[in-house]
């Protein structure tokens, strides 16, 4: 008799547990969660990581602890995501330069075949940016243009290290309009609206996110970017593409985790990061920061990857991009 009903108490149990939605069996962590970020603290990468992991723990149900990594100018960021534990309690918020590292540094040995694909989080657009009370800040980007063809080598343009994105947006212009301008690294984003403000350099080519604070309070002055769709912040100031000029290169992030991690784990996330790219927290704290909103699934992150990484191969040979040690 007993035995009888420990049998159909457990059939009983099994069944309700096939009934039960996917999601409610899915994976979930079960200790605080590290994500590395490839940059310092401040840039846009880590104010995308910060809104996003605060949204995430939600639905994680663990505490996502931000890991600034900028050493290497990413590098090591990139091995540390690649060589962690699979347990799925390490995870890593990554850019195009995972895909055009391999085309810039010295001894790099990732590419985008190292890791495994969570989902795309953000869409972001270089903004060309100019210090308003500067010597081009009465200017609009047409007359910029013009004053930096008319003086080669006279406007200082700020750039993120060696061929980072915001490099790879100055040749772009440079190719498109026939200006040129005089390229001067800086480390970061962050570092970059500083010399602007300082006037060390005259130009960068910057994310919203990054400058949208001095946007706001009129110290720097935005002039045109390299979207496709108007800035959510600005949407007056023009596009290239509207004005005509092939300045257009995609910039993304998106989440990966080790390659070889267990799938059930890899599902886990891309649930985990649905939910949160779904959350109306998340939107509004992205608006206000400047974030391009972008989300993908992992099958269609692999797309965008595969897409990008034809695009800066093409670029960096067309640029003769030189390996350079970090």
């Known amino acids: 008799m007993f035995r009888q009903v420990a049998v159909g108490s457990a059939a009983i149990i099994a069944a309700l547990a096939m009934a039960l939605p996917a999601h409610a069996q899915e994976w979930r962590p079960t200790r605080p969660v590290d994500l590395i970020v490839p940059s310092g603290a401040g840039g846009g990468h880590d104010n995308n990581a910060r809104l996003l992991g605060a949204v995430m723990e939600k639905?994680?149900?663990?505490?996502?602890?931000?890991?600034?990594?900028?050493?290497?100018?990413?590098?090591?960021?990139?091995?540390?995501?690649?060589?962690?534990?699979?347990?799925?309690?390490?995870?890593?918020?990554?850019?195009?330069?995972?895909?055009?590292?391999?085309?810039?540094?010295?001894?790099?040995?990732?590419?985008?075949?190292?890791?495994?694909?969570?989902?795309?989080?953000?869409?972001?657009?270089?903004?060309?940016v100019v210090a308003a009370n500067g010597p081009y800040g009465e200017m609009d980007v047409n007359q910029f243009i013009e004053a930096a063809k008319a003086e080669p080598q006279a406007?200082?343009?700020?750039?993120?290290?060696?061929?980072?994105?915001?490099?790879?947006?100055?040749?772009?212009?440079?190719?498109?309009?026939?200006?040129?301008f005089l390229r001067v690294p800086i480390k970061g984003g962050a570092q970059i609206v500083l010399s602007l403000l300082s006037g060390d350099v005259q130009a960068g080519a910057l994310?919203?996110?990054?400058?949208?604070?001095?946007?706001?309070?009129?110290?720097?002055?935005?002039?045109?970017?390299?979207?496709?769709?108007?800035?959510?912040?600005?949407?007056d100031v023009p596009s290239f593409t509207s004005l005509g000029l092939e300045v257009n290169l995609a910039i993304w992030r998106a989440l990966v985790i080790p390659k070889d991690t267990p799938e059930d784990i890899r599902k886990g996330w891309e649930r985990i990061l649905e939910q949160a790219m779904n959350d109306p927290a998340l939107k509004e704290g992205y608006a206000n920061a400047g974030i391009g909103y972008a989300y993908r699934n992992a099958t269609d992150t692999v797309e965008l990857v595969n897409e990008a990484e034809t695009a800066y191969r093409t670029i960096s040979e067309a640029a003769g991009v030189r390996k350079e040690s970090q």
């Open 207 to 235: 994310y919203p996110s990054e400058i949208k604070a001095q946007v706001d309070a009129g110290e720097l002055k935005p002039l045109a970017h390299n979207g496709s769709e108007p800035l959510a912040a600005w949407p």
């Open 59 to 128: 639905y994680a149900g663990q505490p996502i602890n931000i890991i600034n990594q900028p050493a290497g100018g990413g590098v090591v960021a990139y091995r540390e995501m690649r060589d962690a534990e699979l347990d799925g309690h390490t995870i890593g918020q990554v850019s195009v330069s995972i895909v055009s590292d391999q085309f810039r540094i010295e001894g790099v040995d990732y590419n985008k075949d190292s890791y495994g694909y969570i989902g795309q989080i953000s869409a972001d657009q270089n903004v060309l």
């Open 155 to 180: 406007v200082a343009f700020g750039v993120s290290g060696n061929w980072t994105n915001h490099d790879y947006t100055r040749y772009q212009i440079e190719q498109a309009t026939g200006a040129q």
